[in-house]
């Protein structure tokens, strides 16, 4: 009988210690799957993920329209000295005419905003980021340099305007609807080069533009990093919030590598100048005044 016994355990612990061997880490679980024939196939992290850590930032840069792109301070720079503004394309990829589908009352908000930016004794619309206050998800890829670092739980993205940041984590579920923040909530999953990050719980304080583009807290707002090259991204952002838009729609940026970048403290209090020192990583590598990047 206590050999039939001792026989029945050793043959149990031997299933248990076949099931455990099998068995997938938690890492072997959230590993990305492989790139699919084609695509860019660079440097993995050792959990998996594409390693795609350093410093990005937009071949076109500035946040004053997102339908003629450009920064706020050489707008006015070219604007000053008579010269044509250029005919950047507009940030906005879908609807096709490349403007945002507002509804009526949205579109009339919007045009008032604008509006203002040249009546300073009106300020009825004050942009967010002249108070030193977040850009909100999206902004800051248009704005300054965005910083990636990446861990096997989370991908981090620290922006060197104003220093604020994102954690994007690649697991468990959104917070309650009742928590809202100006970065919203993050949670992001790779298929493939590509992460997409699902963002929720915006406080809906934000704005897209100087020109006062917005979206309301009740956004939703799917983004896709797509690293095609050791120095390319192409990113795109889906805003859905039937509160102020007529349908869904995409905006999308490129954005390069920048090698050898070093992020500088960025203090700011209102009504600042201090955009006018600001060194921004031009073409060919080195760094120049920018002019005033917003």
């Not at 099931?19 to 590993?31: G, V, W, Y």
């Amino acid at each position: 009988m206590m050999k039939t016994r001792s026989l029945q355990i050793t043959m149990m612990l031997a299933v248990v210690l076949a099931l455990l061997a099998s068995a997938p880490t938690a890492a072997e679980e959230q590993a990305p799957a492989a790139p699919a024939a084609g695509e860019w196939t660079g440097p993995r992290t050792p959990d998996g993920q594409p390693d795609v850590q350093g410093t990005w930032t937009a071949r076109i840069s500035g946040s004053f329209s997102l339908v003629t792109p450009m920064a706020g301070g050489g707008r006015s720079d070219l604007l000053a000295q008579g010269k044509p503004l250029p005919k950047n394309p507009s940030r906005i990829v879908d609807p096709a005419d490349g403007h945002v589908p507002y509804q009526p009352w949205a579109a009339a908000l919007q045009r008032a905003q604008e509006q203002d930016i040249d009546h300073p004794s009106r300020p009825w619309h004050i942009d967010p980021q002249n108070r030193c206050l977040p850009h909100g998800v999206v902004r800051g890829f248009y704005t300054t340099q965005a910083r990636i670092l990446q861990f096997p739980d989370k991908v981090v993205l620290f922006f060197d305007q104003y220093q604020y940041y994102r954690v994007i984590r690649l697991d468990g579920e959104h917070l309650g609807s009742t928590a809202k923040l100006w970065m919203g909530d993050s949670i992001g999953r790779w298929e493939g080069n590509t992460l997409v990050v699902d963002v929720t719980n915006v406080n809906g304080k934000a704005r897209l533009s100087m020109v006062g583009d917005f979206y309301s807290d009740h956004a939703h707002i799917v983004e896709r990093y797509t690293f095609v090259g050791d120095n390319a991204l192409k990113y795109s952002v889906t805003f859905e919030d039937p509160t102020v838009y007529t349908r869904p729609w995409t905006m999308a940026i490129d954005l390069r590598r920048v090698k050898d970048s070093e992020f500088w403290e960025y203090a700011c209090h209102e009504g600042d100048r201090s955009d006018e020192l600001h060194m921004w990583p031009s073409e060919d590598g080195t760094f120049k005044p920018s002019g005033g990047s917003r």
